[in-house]
């Protein structure tokens, strides 16, 4: 029981955190190239908005559950945690079965209202962005690409598991 409940302690302390974390240049490529500059300090802004709009979403979702069904995600997140082979589809559809239409509604409002923000965000970095040198359209180099939401339409399950583990929708 133990640890099941560390490593949903763990998921949940650093999913925000290891999902929008970007590796550093080597320092050698820490120097901007010309007009690069100013995208930098516009880019990081972009990045601390993402990671708040994430961290807002993960408690609106972890906040819409019952006590217990907060303790059936944590027992679900330990045994993919130590499982060989992880099935998260099942796990997600024992999770879409626990929930109540009330927290199912709850999180397909915060994963609805998380995807209309966060691409109010990249429209408006974008936008803000210079034009590109080359004369060609398109988000400046580095720019992230806006996908969520695009695809498929997620469960409930498969919304509050993704958030829980830090997987997003990788895994359904």
């Known amino acids: 029981m133990k640890p ?20 550093a240049p080597p320092a050698d490529q820490q120097q901007a190239a010309p007009g690069q500059g100013q995208r930098d300090p516009q880019r990081a802004q972009f990045m ?31 045994q ?18 626990a929930l109540s239409s009330n927290e199912r509604n709850s999180i397909l409002t915060a994963s609805q209202n998380f995807h209309t923000q966060s691409k109010a965000l990249f429209e408006a970095m974008k936008a803000a962005a210079p034009p590109p040198q080359d004369g060609q359209g398109g988000p400046p180099p580095g720019a992230p ?17 993704g958030a829980a583990t830090g997987e997003g929708h990788h895994r359904f």
Do not use: C, W, Y
Not at 49 to 70: D, I, W, Y
Not at 145 to 161: K, P
């Open 80 to 97: 993919l945690a130590i499982a060989p082979q992880p099935d998260f589809k099942g796990a997600s559809a024992r999770l879409d079965r």
């Open 4 to 23: 099941a409940i560390f490593a949903l302690s763990l998921a949940l302390l650093g999913a925000p955190t290891l999902a929008a974390a970007q590796p």
């Open 145 to 161: 690409e806006h996908r969520m939401g695009e695809g498929h339409q997620r469960t409930a399950g498969q919304i509050l598991l």
């Open 48 to 78: 601390q908005q993402m990671r708040q709009l994430h961290e807002q979403f993960r408690a609106s979702v972890l906040g819409s559950l019952t006590p217990a069904n907060r303790q059936l995600l944590a027992n679900v997140v330990g």
